[in-house]
Structure formats: C-alpha cells, structure tokens
C-alpha cells in the first residue's frame, strides 16, 4: 500500500487502485476454486458460469492498466508510490493468466464429461488447494505490507511442483501400465500443468510484493528449496 498524503484526490486515487487489484485478486480465487469443484464433481454448469466470469477479469484488468497509467502520466509518482503503481501494473497481468488458465480447465472439464471419474484426482484437488492458499497469503501480504508471507508464498511454489511431478508420472504410469481411456488423461494432465503455472505466477505476484515493499529484485535468486524435484 502507498504512503498517504496531503493531496487527498491523489491518495483517493492510490486507495482506489489498491481496492480494484484485490478485487480482482479474490475473483481469481474464486475462478480457481469454482475450476477444481466443476472437475471433482462434473459440474458442466459451474464450467460455463466460470468460463464465462473470465470477461470480467478481463474488463477488470483493462480498468487497473488505466488506472495505473494514469497516476503515472497525471500523478509522476516517486519512491514507494513508484513501486507501488508499477507494481499493480504487473500484478494484474499474473492475476489475468491465472484467471484464464482456470478457464482453460473449465473447457477441459466440459470436453471430460465425467470421464475423470475415472481417474485419481486427489494430486489435482490438492495442488488446487495449494494455489488457493497462495493467493489468499499474496491478498495478506499485499495488505499487511507483510515481506515475510511474501517470501512464504514463494517457498510454498516447491511442493506445487513436487505434487505435479508426482500425479504427472501416477497418470503416465496407469495410461502405459492398464491401458486407461487416453483422452482423459490426456486432459488431466493439462489441468496439472495449469495449476502448476498457477503456482508460478503466484510466485511472480510474492516476488512483486516484496519489490514494491523493499525496493528489493527477488527474482532469479535461490529463494526456493535447493532440493526441488525436477522431471
């Protein structure tokens, strides 16, 4: 969050901005959790419903891009306020994509039509919960100007990944070994890769926090647990 101000158009402005991107931060949340409820319970209503919600994550990041350029342009922001804006303007582009690639499993849960039932989908449900807990603790830390629950986020992205390399190589294993329908695991194993992207722009939004509280680049460092699984 920005400093305050003796200009209060200016600092109205700022508030404005702040409440827009955790707006769209908790209805990517929801997206995400409406994603996995429609592929465990083969809800193909709640899968349109979804898909169709991503056009408003789509106005609302139109509407912060403007309103971040704006303050830029009008406002020449300096110091933290600086960070605070070019930060926003990054910020909504990983909440944009985490957005679609929900919609991107809903699609996949209208072509499965139930044919996950078929298939073990707790590593799915589970890397599911994960990115939730991501974006609720990159929501806190945003609000808090907490550095630590930023830093948290980014350790949490190594057992997202742990999980995907796991129900990666369990879906490979029973399409070779039983001769499982092909196709619907074919489709499982997209929807693992999205949520592990999920994870990853999680990742990008804590690293972001912790630059616009710090005035630190955490990117490219050895943040993440040195021992992660690779694939």
Request: aromatic share 6%; with cysteine; net charge negative.
């Amino acid at each position: 969050m920005p400093t305050y101000h003796t200009n209060k158009s200016y600092d109205s402005d700022l508030r404005l901005l702040s409440d827009h991107i955790l707006l769209i931060a908790s209805r990517v949340e929801k997206m995400v959790a409406n994603s996995i409820k429609a592929l465990s319970h083969n809800d193909q209503n709640l899968a349109r419903e979804t898909i169709a919600y991503d056009k408003i994550i789509d106005k609302d990041e139109m509407l912060i891009d403007r309103q971040c350029l704006e303050l830029l342009a009008q406002r020449q922001p300096l110091g933290q306020d600086l960070r605070f804006v070019v930060s926003v303007l990054k910020m909504v582009t990983y909440f944009e994509r985490i957005g679609d690639l929900a919609g991107k499993i809903c699609q996949r849960v209208i072509k499965l039509k139930g044919q996950q039932k078929l298939a073990p989908l707790e590593g799915i449900e589970n890397m599911a919960s994960l990115v939730q807990e991501m974006i609720k603790e990159v929501i806190e830390a945003f609000l808090l100007q907490d550095n630590s629950r930023a830093l948290a986020v980014i350790k949490q992205d190594d057992a997202i990944d742990e999980i995907y390399h796991q129900t990666t190589r369990l879906y490979i294993r029973e399409m070779t070994d039983s001769g499982a329908e092909t196709e619907a695991y074919y489709h499982l194993l997209s929807i693992a890769k999205w949520l592990e992207r999920m994870g990853d722009h999680c990742t990008n939004l804590a690293e972001l926090i912790i630059f616009m509280i710090k005035g630190e680049d955490v990117r490219h460092q050895q943040i993440h647990n040195p021992k992660r699984v690779e694939y």
